[in-house]
């Protein structure tokens, strides 16, 4: 998917999550930001496990809800890293400076060059770039079916 579209998809199984990751992902150039939202348990990164699919970088990607970021290096010269993020820690702290975090992470990879894909990241990710992809997630309780919602942000 190169084009910078919007769209909605239902996905039944966590296997449509991670193609609907990697049908994301093949468009992602470095220094885009991806901002991925939803409740706990939505499926947010296993879609991040579908963009790592398709930018063919260094795994395994798991929720880095400890260590704050994680960066996957890619697999072929030139290609972007991807960094992803998670912003949980810091959703107590609606002050918090997204980049001073980042920057104190030291991790030796310059954001500019990569695609940052960040959880729990809306209100505090739009600080890294005007220009990102927000992709909401929900999950049905009754069916456990998921639905996705995308849309690149424009300044």
């Known amino acids: ?11 039944p199984t966590a296997e449509d999550t991670i193609a609907l990751g990697a049908s ?24 991040a496990k579908g963009i ?12 880095p809800t400890f260590v704050l970021a994680r960066v996957h290096r890619a697999r072929q010269a030139g290609r ?11 959703l107590d ?7 001073g975090e980042l920057d104190a992470l030291d991790l030796d990879t310059d954001l500019d060059d990569a695609v940052v894909v ?5 209100g505090l990710a739009e600080r890294l770039s005007e220009h990102h992809l927000d992709i909401r997630i929900e999950r049905d309780s009754a069916t456990d079916v998921r639905t996705a919602i995308w849309q690149w942000s424009t300044p």
């Not at 998917?1 to 996905?11: C, D, N, P, V």
């Not at 960040?118 to 809306?122: C, I």
């Open 52 to 63: 790592a699919q398709a930018m063919d970088v260094d795994g395994p990607v798991v929720s």
């Open 24 to 47: 994301l992902g093949e468009g992602l150039q470095a220094g885009d930001v991806v901002v991925l939202s939803g409740p706990l348990g939505a499926g947010k990164t296993v879609l």
């Open 80 to 90: 972007p890293a991807m960094v992803h993020v998670d912003m949980y820690r810091l």
């Open 118 to 122: 960040v959880e729990w990241g809306e």
């Open 1 to 11: 998917m190169a084009e910078r579209s919007s769209g909605s998809a239902e996905l």
């Open 93 to 99: 702290h609606p002050g918090a400076d997204l980049l």
